[in-house]
């Protein structure tokens, strides 16, 4: 099925392929191509990063610096980095029913519903990112980078035996997403280095949640919920990274680097299933289920034709941009040299990052179905309802400030280098106004890594690999008064939100990432 | 479901079988034309269709039998669904249930049918039809409405070309079919019919009727039906044991174009649904009353979906009550309906909505407590001393003082609120 969409959208629209999206897809973007700080990721991707807790910007002593920060690519020896972390993430929710929330589920206004935890699968991510000297001062780097986030997410559809509680924030999401990036850095002047990055980001996303058909007073999920699919492809996500990094010093440096990104505008289609939320289809009967699909001509509606050729679907996930500046002081081994190179000249060093990411950009979750031949004339089969023309989940997220402290110690000269790392970072959620596609609380992090060094030739060869973990606390995003405000389901009919919020509670998380990594110095 | 389907009153005892409902609401164009019936497929679309030619200014109903697909006598088909598409000059479209079983040659063609005509005598109850341009729309709950196999049908359009040209005028329909095993309920139609409105020249009225449900029901969907003189419609639940609801779960101004309750309203039995239409004629110089040209007359009906099925004559509401918007008592109206031709006295056993004008002004004229104990009286008289009421008089009287004592005591006894 999914193939027979990405033809249709191909026929249409070149390149964009398109993916099966779902209604109330609200949700969901585990990752994003950011870098500080930002609300969708943990610090941070690299070998040397995450193992300081992010505190890196000063220090861009690895190709990944084409995605952190691009200024550090001007002096570092040509070399290759490869690197994969596994993102392990416990994220809980406990949902209180607002006051005015009538629906006819058993559980009185001001209730609380069983606890749900998201079970998802972890997916390794990674990159790949080369730096290429030219001349002592200029350097070029590309890679193929990714968001530091958690790819995949899986709550129940059903708890206790009935549909589950945070169901209309999130069932499933997965969101893959891959920056092709160049970089060039040089040397302007003795010891400050200017770099810039420029991404073309691809993303896939696939989010499904559920939305109620009307907006009426005791109505059972059973028969009102729709479950909802939206899968999506944007191909092209714009991302720069300018950069600066100072030797002031043999003992001082400064880094700081800004991101901008441009946000995810994925089309695809949403497959729509009717009595998804039923108790016969919680004890896995789904004979009563009625499926539709928007990449299909008559959207799973035999007879009709409203659905056209598909793509049917808008997801906009807004980005929020990011900065840091950090200071490292460093206790050389030897007077600098070119290339730089820690392992090899420093005997430790200690990191101090400030990060800022404007998350409160991300005002929305957008999602929009303007149809084939015109708004909101998307049926949803198994309902008298159509797809709302404006699906868009409001969010609340304001901008986090973020410290981390990091450093390396060289153990074992040019052989071993550990480190580690700690970092803290303000709570970016308004509670009640967020959704489960992320950890928002207010989070404090742990870090711990070493990097093992093989020569492999006389002249400087070499090949690193290395590990890392990192232990990422998030305090309780919490609103639990009924009579809180908050996120509103989105819903099938006019005006297409309840009245009522639905991501009252609490909600839990934490994080863990295992890291590895490998690296050549040609 | 969003489009409204139509109602329509369809039979039973004396009052209580209504018109079939000319004009209404929803829209469906149906299926095919029906000659051989093809076998029935679960998942499906059965299409069928109605054209004809309509002159300049000429409002006209048009019918044709349609058939459903065959199948296994035991087996029936369900609809879980339908679409659709009216033509300019299409006020509305029925579907309706037949009496007819045997299908015939030449069944198939367009005939003139307007509630006089032999064709509608077949007709029993609607299952569908609208009047706005497009509709399309599944029941929701895996609800589904049942079909026999090869189950006789008439498709029943009402046509108005204002137009100073021949035109031609369409309803197409397309339902959608479901196998048995993804229904979850069998859906039926409430066809609420109010045979009773009076407005007078240059005035105001509102016309009022309850309904008190015998069983459980899960009400999907509800659409008001009226004419061209409706400026407003309310709906509302009373629910049982419980002071009479002063919201409405529905309400619409418009009552040409009028909006649709959709949800999922639990009505336990005993539950009441009254509905109300006002009507302003403002211009007119005579009295408007229920009636079928969508042009001279005015209609106040609500139709609605709903789950499980009921038997027809409780979807139709034979126990129709709350019509009064005046203050005369029960024995008051009994005369006044005793003042009226003996030519306008309605006929509903038969399927005929026509009543009288002014039958309808005494019924409107009377409290609201009244029709629900002067029904059964009129039941009654026409049961037991139809010969003797043949023609108004003392024989009459002398037979339901005799007969029908029960019942007028009754009606005696009922008081109208001071």
């Given at each position: 099925m999914r193939e027979d969409r990405v033809r249709?959208?191909?026929?249409?629209?070149?390149?964009r392929a398109s993916i099966a999206w779902s209604l109330a897809a609200t949700a969901t973007i585990a990752a994003s191509p950011a870098a500080a700080s930002n609300v969708f990721e943990y610090p941070e991707q690299g070998s040397e990063a995450l193992g300081r807790a992010g505190a890196w910007v000063a220090r861009a002593s690895d190709p990944i610096a084409i995605a952190r920060n691009p200024a550090g690519l001007a002096g570092q020896p040509a070399r290759g980095?490869?690197?994969?972390?596994?993102?392990?993430?416990?994220?809980?929710?406990?949902?209180?029913?607002?006051?005015?929330?009538?629906?006819?589920?058993?559980?009185?206004?001001?209730?609380?519903?069983?606890?749900?935890?998201?079970?998802?699968?972890?997916i390794p991510i990674g990159y790949v990112a080369v730096a290429h000297p030219i001349?002592?001062?200029?350097?070029?780097?590309?890679?193929?980078?990714?968001?530091?986030?958690?790819?995949?997410?899986?709550?129940?559809?059903?708890?206790?035996?009935?549909?589950?509680?945070?169901?209309?924030?999130?069932?499933?999401?997965?969101?893959?997403?891959?920056?092709?990036?160049?970089?060039?850095?040089?040397?302007?002047l003795r010891g400050l280095r200017v770099g810039a990055s420029l991404g073309w980001g691809i993303a896939w996303v696939s989010s499904s949640a559920a939305a109620p058909g009307v907006i009426e007073g005791a109505v059972r999920p059973a028969d009102n919920d729709v479950k909802v699919r939206v899968s999506a492809l944007d191909l092209f996500v714009p991302r720069a990274t300018l950069g600066a990094h100072w030797s002031a010093s043999s003992f001082v440096e400064l880094g700081a680097s800004v991101m901008w990104s441009d946000a995810i505008v994925a089309r695809g289609d949403a497959v729509t299933e009717a009595n998804a939320f039923t108790p016969r289809a919680a004890s896995g009967d789904t004979s009563r289920v009625v499926r539709g699909d928007t990449s299909r001509r008559d959207c799973g509606r035999p007879g009709s034709a409203a659905c056209g050729d598909g793509g049917n679907a808008e997801l906009t996930v807004p980005l929020p941009a990011t900065a840091t500046v950090g200071v490292r002081l460093r206790v050389p081994r030897r007077t600098a040299s070119a290339p730089r190179?820690?392992?090899?000249?420093?005997?430790?060093?200690?990191?101090?990052?400030?990060?800022?990411?404007?998350?409160?950009?991300?005002?929305?979750?957008?999602l929009r179905f303007p149809g084939a031949l015109g708004a909101g004339t998307i049926p949803v089969p198994g309902t008298a309802g159509n797809l709302p023309p404006n699906a868009d989940s409001p969010r609340r997220y304001r901008d986090v400030v973020g410290f981390r402290l990091g450093g390396d110690l060289v153990v074992i000269p040019r052989r071993l280098s550990l480190r580690a790392g700690a970092f803290h970072e303000s709570r970016a959620a308004v509670p009640g106004h967020v959704g489960l596609e992320a950890l928002s609380g207010r989070r404090v992090g742990l870090a711990i890594g070493a990097t093992a060094r093989f020569p492999v030739r006389e002249q400087g060869g070499a090949i690193d690999l290395s590990i890392g973990y990192l232990r990422m606390f998030v305090a309780d995003v919490a609103s639990e008064s009924p009579s809180a405000s908050g996120v509103p389901a989105i819903a099938g009919t006019a005006p297409y939100r309840t009245p009522w919020p639905v991501g009252l509670g609490r909600i839990e998380g934490g994080l863990d990432v295992l890291h590895v990594g490998a690296a050549y110095r040609f | 479901?969003?489009?409204?389907?139509?109602?329509?009153?369809?039979?039973?005892?004396?009052?209580?079988?209504?018109?079939?409902?000319?004009?209404?609401?929803?829209?469906?164009?149906?299926?095919?034309?029906?000659?051989?019936?093809?076998?029935?497929?679960?998942?499906?679309?059965?299409?069928?269709?109605?054209?004809?030619?309509?002159?300049?200014?000429?409002?006209?109903?048009?019918?044709?039998?349609?058939?459903?697909?065959?199948?296994?006598?035991?087996?029936?088909?369900?609809?879980?669904?339908?679409?659709?598409?009216?033509a300019d000059g299409t006020h509305h479209y029925l579907l309706y249930r037949t009496r007819v079983t045997a299908w015939a040659d030449g069944m198939d063609r367009v005939v003139p049918c307007d509630e006089h005509e032999a064709v509608m005598k077949s007709a029993t109850s609607y299952v569908t039809g609208g009047q706005t341009p497009h509709e399309d729309a599944d029941f929701p709950a895996a609800a589904a409405l049942a079909f026999r196999p090869g189950e006789i049908?008439?498709?029943?359009?009402?046509?108005?070309?204002?137009?100073?040209?021949?035109?031609?005028?369409?309803?197409?329909?397309?339902?959608?079919?479901?196998?048995?095993?993804?229904v979850e309920h069998e859906a039926g139609v409430l066809r609420y019919y109010n045979p009773f409105i009076f407005v007078p020249p240059r005035g105001k009225a509102t016309a009022k009727m309850a309904c008190t449900l015998k069983k459980d029901i899960t009400l999907l969907s509800a659409a008001a039906h009226m004419h061209a003189r409706g400026v407003a419609y309310r709906a509302y639940v009373d629910l049982p044991g419980a002071p009479p609801s002063e919201a409405p779960f529905y309400t619409t101004k418009d009552g040409l174009h009028p909006t649709f309750y959709a949800g999922f309203m639990a009505l336990p039995a005993g539950s009441t649904i009254r509905y109300e239409c006002d009507y302003e004629n403002a211009a007119g110089e005579r009295p408007v009353v229920q009636g079928l040209s969508a042009e001279a007359d005015e209609m106040c009906m609500l139709s609605a979906f709903y789950y499980p099925a009921m038997a027809p004559e409780d979807e139709a509401c034979e126990d129709m009550s709350g019509h009064g918007t005046g203050t005369a008592t029960c024995l008051d109206t009994v005369a006044c309906l005793e003042g009226c031709p003996v030519s306008e006295r309605p006929d509903f056993s038969s399927g005929d909505p026509r009543v009288g004008a002014c039958w309808q002004r005494c019924i409107t004229s009377s409290c609201p407590a009244v029709t629900g104990a002067l029904f059964p009286e009129l039941a009654c008289t026409a049961a037991k001393c139809a010969a003797e009421c043949a023609a108004m008089g003392e024989p009459c009287r002398a037979c339901v003082i005799e007969r029908c004592a029960a019942e007028l005591d009754a009606c005696a006894r009922t008081a109208c609120a001071p």
């Open positions: 249709a959208l191909r026929r249409r629209r070149f390149v980095s490869v690197g994969y972390d596994l993102a392990l993430r416990a994220m809980c929710f406990t949902r209180v029913k607002a006051a005015g929330d009538v629906t006819a589920d058993g559980t009185a206004p001001g209730g609380v519903y069983p606890r749900v935890c998201d079970s998802g699968t972890p001349t002592p001062r200029l350097a070029i780097g590309a890679g193929v980078v990714t968001p530091s986030g958690v790819p995949r997410t899986a709550f129940p559809s059903f708890a206790s035996g009935a549909a589950s509680p945070q169901r209309y924030l999130l069932v499933e999401s997965t969101t893959l997403m891959a920056i092709p990036t160049i970089s060039a850095a040089y040397e302007a190179d820690p392992i090899d000249d420093e005997r430790f060093d200690l990191e101090l990052d400030v990060t800022w990411s404007d998350a409160s950009s991300i005002d929305r979750i957008g | 479901m969003k489009a409204g389907w139509p109602h329509s009153p369809s039979t039973t005892m004396s009052l209580a079988s209504l018109p079939r409902g000319s004009s209404v609401l929803v829209a469906l164009a149906l299926v095919a034309a029906c000659q051989a019936s093809p076998a029935a497929d679960p998942g499906s679309v059965v299409a069928f269709s109605l054209e004809a030619e309509l002159a300049a200014g000429q409002e006209a109903h048009f019918c044709r039998y349609v058939r459903m697909p065959d199948g296994p006598p035991d087996q029936r088909l369900f609809v879980r669904g339908g679409r659709h598409d009216l049908l008439l498709l029943q359009g009402h046509f108005v070309n204002a137009s100073p040209r021949a035109r031609t005028v369409r309803v197409d329909l397309a339902l959608r079919t479901a196998a048995s095993s993804a």
